[in-house]
């Protein structure tokens, strides 16, 4: 070194750029950060001034959770490598961020409800009529149990029903004529709530009580053991909050539409097709086309692929006469929204007219 030169102790170094002098020592050895001089006798490492940068985003870059490995690219690799580097970083950080917020929040809804009980009042006909739209989302098998169950959740004044097979995601929103206790949840098994629901919709109304001994559902004349399971459901908020704002609104008749939809039940795959004021129902090449009048709003894709397997039930459980789907592109869920009853929501995973359909 020449004698124009500031050195600093490792002890010095380290105060300046919040690193401990054994953190320095890792960082020489693994060569990342290598002092400027080390003094042959005694050993004791010595950094200059301008390498207090590198030091200060190396730290950053740690606190952050990088992988050394993966630190050494953004200190010297080239800059389009290190914006890889650091977005792959920042996608797997948002994806444990999700999932540890789901399973905290699992968490603290069991603490709040371990020694409490809650209970729900719904009409028994809005109950029926809540499960007959929710349970086909509802997978019939598979490698994930949990995807055969409804999530029941009684939280924020609502009653919530979820259910998702992956490709098609249906909620219906409760509102309570009494609500007692605190936030809780609880999934059923769909196939038991099918007969659930055809007693609900013969009384007048019906009482979920959730609590320490499990969860029930009483009338004033019967009562009833909900049988739950005990597992996590998907994080559908997060799904429903990552949708991004619609580019393009179609009114349809739903029966009309569904019908067309099932007209082409057999294939693996359908097109919808937007021009002017129609909507138009055809086999991926075209073929076997059914024209329906819609209104279209925005500058519409000229072709949106879909399971009729996965659309047809969608459509299926909403209610009333028209129905309003919301896209926002040809590879991203739509919301097929029932245009009467607004606290329905389903979410269906468009297909690729050339490829596999992809899960939500």
């Not at 001089?37 to 005694?42: E, I, K, P, S, Y």
């Not at 609900?200 to 053991?225: L, N, W, Y």
């Not at 005990?230 to 019908?259: K, N, Q």
Request: aromatic letters at 4%; proline letters at 6%.
């Amino acid at each position: 070194m020449d004698g124009t030169t500031e050195l600093l102790s490792i002890s010095v170094f380290a105060r300046r750029v919040g690193l401990a002098p054994s953190a320095l020592r890792f960082y020489d050895d693994c060569r990342v950060l290598r002092p400027a001089w080390v003094d042959g006798t005694t050993g004791y490492r010595f950094y200059s001034p301008a390498q207090e940068a590198r030091a200060a985003l190396l730290r950053s870059l740690r606190e952050a959770g990088l992988p050394l490995a993966e630190v050494t690219v953004v200190l010297d690799g080239p800059e389009r490598e290190s914006r890889e580097v650091l977005e792959r970083h920042l996608e797997r950080m948002r994806d444990q961020t999700q999932t540890a917020k789901a399973a905290i929040a699992v968490a603290l809804r069991s603490l709040s409800t371990a020694d409490s009980t809650t209970e729900a009042q719904i009409g028994g006909v809005e109950l029926a009529s809540a499960v007959r739209q929710v349970v086909p989302a509802a997978s019939s098998g598979g490698e994930h149990p949990v995807l055969g169950c409804v999530l029941i959740e009684i939280e924020d004044g609502e009653v919530r029903m979820v259910a998702t097979d992956r490709y098609r995601l249906s909620m219906r929103v409760l509102r309570p004529e009494a609500l007692d206790g605190g936030p809780c949840r609880l999934l059923v098994q769909a196939a038991d709530l099918i007969e659930f629901g055809q007693w609900a919709a013969r009384v007048h109304q019906v009482t979920i009580q959730v609590g320490p001994d499990g969860a029930r559902a009483r009338s004033t004349s019967e009562s009833r053991v909900l049988v739950t399971a005990d597992d996590l459901f998907p994080s559908y908020r997060e799904m429903i909050s990552a949708l991004a704002p619609p580019e393009y609104r179609v009114i349809v008749d739903r029966l009309a539409l569904r019908d067309a939809v099932d007209s082409h039940g057999d294939a693996a795959r359908i097109a919808l097709s937007f021009a002017g004021d129609e909507l138009v129902v055809s086999l991926a090449d075209h073929s076997d086309a059914v024209t329906l009048p819609a209104v279209c709003h925005g500058d519409l894709p000229q072709r949106i692929g879909f399971d009729p397997a996965v659309l047809a039930p969608a459509l299926e459980a909403s209610v009333g006469p028209d129905v309003l789907l919301e896209i926002s592109a040809v590879d991203r869920p739509v919301v097929v929204r029932s245009a009467d009853q607004g606290s329905f929501t389903t979410l269906v995973m468009p297909v690729a007219l050339n490829t596999e359909l992809a899960p939500l």
